[in-house]
Structures are given as C-alpha cells and as structure tokens.
C-alpha cells in the first residue's frame, strides 16, 4: 500500500487550505474497510494525531483544531481529506496521512505565517 499526500504549501494565519491523500496497491474492500488518520509533525515536537475517520466514518479531532478542520473520504477513489480552515502560524507541520495497521505517506508540508 502506497499513501500520496497533497495539498500543502504557504498559507496566510487565518486561511485556508486542503489536503489529499490517495491509497494505491489496495483494493476497495480493504481501503473502505480501514479507518483514516492525520497526523502532524511540528520542528522539534512528537508526531500528533489530528483527525480520524473510521470506515462507519465516526470522526474525531484533536481538541485544537475542532471547528476548524474536516477530514473526509471517499472510498471510490480510495481517498482522504483533510479541509484546514482558519489556520493558524501554530498548525505549521508536517502532515501525514496514516492507513492501519502501519501505512504512512512521506508527508507535506504545511506552513501558515502570521
């Protein structure tokens, strides 16, 4: 299973941006079947998980950014999203997005100045 995420770039405190994450090498069932992460990697900080959404698509956040992002997915394109609003320079990170039971992507970045 391959993990490709996009979406990142430099974005103005208090703007938007959204993030694309595409699974190749697994098919439907086991894809739609997986729950979906979103992690985040600050400089010098411990990887967080941000934002979850299972194959019910049940979701939970981390409290920091409840109300600011949304993840989503849509299993016929074997994708995830994540769609960061009102960002702030403290969401600057690395993303990553995650597939059990250890499937990661290389990661993008993310970089909101004030």
């Known amino acids: 299973v391959q993990l490709l995420e996009s979406g990142g770039g430099l974005v103005q405190a208090g703007g938007s941006m959204r993030l694309s994450c595409k699974a190749s090498g697994t098919i439907l069932s086991v894809f739609s079947g997986n729950a979906m992460d979103w992690y985040r990697q600050a400089p010098g900080k411990r990887r967080e998980l941000v934002a979850t959404?299972?194959?019910?698509?049940?979701?939970n956040y981390t409290d920091s950014v409840k109300g600011r992002f949304t993840i989503s997915r849509d299993n016929a394109k074997r994708a995830v999203y994540l769609q960061m609003n009102s960002l702030k320079p403290e969401d600057t990170a690395v993303y990553f997005c995650h597939m059990g039971p250890d499937y990661w992507g290389q990661g993008t970045q993310v970089t909101v100045s004030s």
């Open positions: 959404i299972t194959s019910s698509r049940s979701i």
